[in-house]
């Protein structure tokens, strides 16, 4: 499996940017698409998944000002990044879990997404 990632750049704070990460190879059936991010000095964290039933997770810190969606046809997922703050600044990663789910439970740890895209940056500054 391989995920590529676009869309990283630099944008001005209040800015918006969109992200784009496509994986190759096996189709499944079911499946979560999720954003994480590292910041400089910080520990990864969860950004957005999105799973192959639509739903979504967004977390705490971006809701309200970020957006995932998908284009199944692709396996495709995107990242809407609205109202951009130096905050926001840090290497953004795709991954994908292929685990299928009875309820409707978003994966959010890393460690339960098994394939990584390489990070694309982005960086928030005037």
């Known amino acids: 499996v391989e995920l590529t990632e676009s869309g990283g750049g630099l944008v001005e704070p209040g800015g918006s940017l969109k992200l784009s990460c496509t994986a190759s190879?096996?189709?499944?059936?079911?499946?979560?698409m999720g954003w994480f991010r590292q910041g400089p000095g910080k520990e990864r964290e969860f950004v957005a998944a999105?799973?192959?039933?639509?739903?979504?997770k967004h977390s705490d810190s971006v809701k309200g000002r970020f957006s995932i969606s998908k284009d199944t046809l692709n396996l495709t997922t995107f990242l809407q990044m609205s109202r951009l703050q130096p905050e926001d600044t840090a290497v953004y990663y795709c991954?994908?879990?292929?685990?299928?789910?009875?309820?409707?439970?978003?994966?959010?740890?890393?460690?339960?997404?098994?394939?990584w895209g390489q990070g694309t940056q982005v960086t928030v500054s005037s």
């Open positions: 991954a994908l879990n292929t685990l299928a789910y009875a309820s409707s439970y978003i994966p959010w740890v890393a460690y339960e997404y098994t394939s």
């Open positions: 190879g096996p189709t499944w059936t079911s499946w979560t």
């Open positions: 999105i799973r192959s039933t639509g739903n979504t």
